[in-house]
């Protein structure tokens, strides 16, 4: 009954509207009414304790970083530089989308910021260059999930914070993976052009190659600051938010002098009204968190999960599953700090060790940001591409199968992700 009480008033004031950070504050009231230990007061500060969490400031200095990274002309010197290395064959632009997101996402963390900032740059000249249009856009929307995989990943944040886990540790097990999805894309995205008639660019000459390196080299070293620090212990990733800002901020004004003083109230702004949204999530979403283990809801899906419990892969396998259906209905964030609660007792019970399942779990819900009809990251490349959904949902498709399999891998071995994570580390 407590399952019916929980999904029924959750589902229900979602299909009324309701904003996903109210209905899970809802979904609470729910539970407490029916287990008859309403009171105002712990949900006020339930919400209040959730928010109030040192590594959560870093979610707040790295959307800062993204916006200060955009504004400055950092994100398209990296753009520039990629084009520049494999712009010259044959679909290069495809490729100039797939690395120039592989260095964006460890910059920014975040799918959306990293696909509006690629497509924006790209889209124009692969329409001009020929590109099916539909498919380009659908190969950045793929490649823009990549960011949640490699840090400094937000997702990772919210997930090691609910888990109680170590952030840095989600970091370095995500990287491998996170190369391997870029990997699967660019195959997938080599089959689906076999036959298209494109020509390529001209190869960049040597002095095109230095002037672009020159010119990217302070974009990125900020990867290799951020994941240096962090494997060697100088600075923790709420830090690591704060060294990219103030990077970003140094080198957008003061070394290529594209952001201006009258400009940053605007992205300050632009960043504190993003934050706001997800820390009122993840306030809401710990209301939920404690009523769920107070209701012992963990215990009763250990029981109607109990016949799987032996079969570690078969267990991952019937999660993976259930994630990706949600995932074509409810965004990445909603669905991290709903389910992480509900999942990690169960996954603790089955012995999976608890960062690897948190790769594949992640990854799970950043491929749902490319799942439609609500696929959040489509909607993007949609706005920024000016592409019908109908269109890019096909040009998708190929991509979104080749990430599917790279799921499908970690879950039959384990050992992709284990291995490079201790080496990493």
Request: glycine share 10%; hydrophobic share 60%; charged share 10%.
């Given at each position: 009954?407590?399952?019916?009480?929980?999904?029924?008033?959750?589902?229900?004031?979602?299909?009324?509207?309701?904003?996903?950070?109210?209905?899970?504050?809802?979904?609470?009231?729910?539970?407490?009414?029916?287990?008859?230990?309403?009171?105002?007061?712990?949900?006020?500060?339930?919400?209040?304790?959730?928010?109030?969490?040192?590594?959560?400031?870093?979610?707040?200095?790295?959307?800062?970083?993204?916006?200060?990274?955009?504004?400055?002309?950092?994100?398209?010197?990296?753009?520039?530089?990629?084009?520049?290395?494999?712009?010259?064959?044959?679909?290069?632009?495809?490729?100039?989308?797939?690395?120039?997101?592989?260095?964006?996402?460890?910059?920014?963390g975040s799918a959306a910021a990293d696909t509006a900032?690629?497509?924006?740059?790209?889209?124009?000249?692969?329409?001009?260059?020929?590109?099916?249009?539909?498919?380009?856009?659908?190969?950045?929307?793929?490649?823009g999930i990549i960011a949640p995989m490699l840090p400094?990943?937000?997702?990772?944040?919210?997930?090691?914070?609910?888990?109680?886990?170590?952030?840095?540790?989600?970091?370095?097990?995500?990287?491998?993976?996170?190369?391997?999805?870029?990997?699967?894309?660019?195959?997938?995205?080599?089959?689906?052009?076999?036959?298209?008639?494109?020509?390529?660019?001209?190869?960049?000459?040597?002095?095109?190659?230095?002037?672009?390196?020159?010119?990217?080299?302070?974009?990125?070293?900020?990867?290799?600051?951020?994941?240096?620090?962090?494997?060697?212990?100088?600075?923790?990733?709420?830090?690591?938010?704060?060294?990219?800002?103030?990077?970003?901020?140094?080198?957008?004004?003061?070394?290529?002098?594209?952001?201006?003083?009258?400009?940053?109230?605007?992205?300050?702004?632009?960043?504190?009204?993003?934050?706001?949204?997800?820390?009122?999530?993840?306030?809401?979403?710990?209301?939920?968190?404690?009523?769920?283990?107070?209701?012992?809801?963990?215990?009763?899906?250990?029981?109607?999960?109990?016949?799987?419990?032996?079969?570690?892969?078969l267990l991952l396998l019937i999660i993976m599953l259930?994630?990706?259906?949600?995932?074509?209905?409810?965004?990445?964030?909603?669905?991290?700090?709903?389910?992480?609660?509900?999942?990690?007792?169960?996954?603790?019970?089955?012995?999976?060790?608890?960062?690897?399942?948190?790769?594949?779990?992640?990854?799970?819900?950043?491929?749902?940001?490319?799942?439609?009809?609500?696929?959040?990251?489509?909607?993007?490349?949609?706005?920024?591409?000016?592409?019908?959904?109908?269109?890019?949902?096909?040009?998708?498709?190929?991509?979104?199968?080749?990430?599917?399999?790279?799921?499908?891998?970690?879950?039959?071995?384990?050992?992709?992700?284990?291995?490079?994570?201790?080496?990493?580390?």
């Amino acid at each position: 009954m407590v399952v019916t009480v929980f999904l029924g008033s959750l589902l229900g004031a979602m299909a009324l509207g309701m904003p996903i950070a109210f209905a899970l504050m809802v979904c609470g009231i729910a539970l407490m009414t029916y287990m008859n230990t309403f009171d105002a007061q712990l949900i006020a500060m339930n919400t209040i304790d959730g928010a109030d969490n040192f590594v959560l400031m870093a979610i707040p200095f790295f959307m800062l970083a993204g916006e200060l990274m955009t504004a400055g002309g950092l994100s398209r010197r990296i753009v520039r530089l990629a084009t520049v290395l494999v712009g010259h064959v044959r679909g290069g632009l495809g490729y100039v989308a797939i690395v120039g997101a592989i260095v964006m996402a460890s910059l920014s963390g975040s799918a959306a910021a990293d696909t509006a900032a690629v497509g924006v740059l790209l889209i124009p000249m692969m329409r001009e260059a020929g590109y099916n249009v539909p498919r380009s856009a659908g190969l950045i929307a793929a490649s823009g999930i990549i960011a949640p995989m490699l840090p400094p990943s937000i997702p990772f944040v919210m997930f090691g914070v609910i888990a109680q886990l170590s952030i840095t540790k989600l970091f370095m097990a995500g990287i491998f993976p996170g190369m391997l999805m870029a990997l699967s894309i660019g195959l997938a995205w080599l089959w689906v052009i076999r036959h298209d008639k494109l020509q390529p660019s001209p190869r960049a000459t040597l002095a095109e190659l230095k002037h672009a390196v020159t010119d990217g080299i302070w974009a990125l070293l900020l990867p290799i600051i951020i994941l240096g620090g962090l494997k060697s212990g100088v600075f923790t990733p709420t830090e690591a938010g704060v060294v990219a800002t103030v990077y970003a901020l140094v080198v957008g004004m003061f070394v290529y002098r594209e952001l201006k003083l009258s400009a940053l109230y605007g992205l300050f702004l632009n960043a504190g009204k993003i934050t706001a949204v997800v820390m009122l999530l993840v306030g809401a979403a710990m209301v939920s968190s404690w009523l769920i283990t107070v209701a012992d809801l963990p215990s009763q899906l250990a029981a109607m999960l109990e016949p799987f419990m032996d079969n570690q892969k078969l267990l991952l396998l019937i999660i993976m599953l259930l994630v990706v259906a949600i995932g074509t209905a409810m965004d990445l964030t909603p669905t991290v700090l709903i389910m992480t609660p509900v999942l990690m007792p169960v996954i603790k019970m089955a012995g999976i060790d608890p960062i690897y399942f948190g790769v594949l779990f992640i990854m799970n819900n950043a491929i749902g940001l490319i799942t439609p009809p609500v696929g959040t990251t489509l909607n993007v490349i949609c706005g920024v591409g000016k592409v019908k959904m109908d269109d890019v949902i096909i040009g998708v498709l190929p991509f979104m199968v080749a990430e599917l399999t790279v799921l499908g891998l970690l879950v039959a071995f384990p050992s992709l992700v284990l291995v490079p994570m201790r080496w990493f580390m």
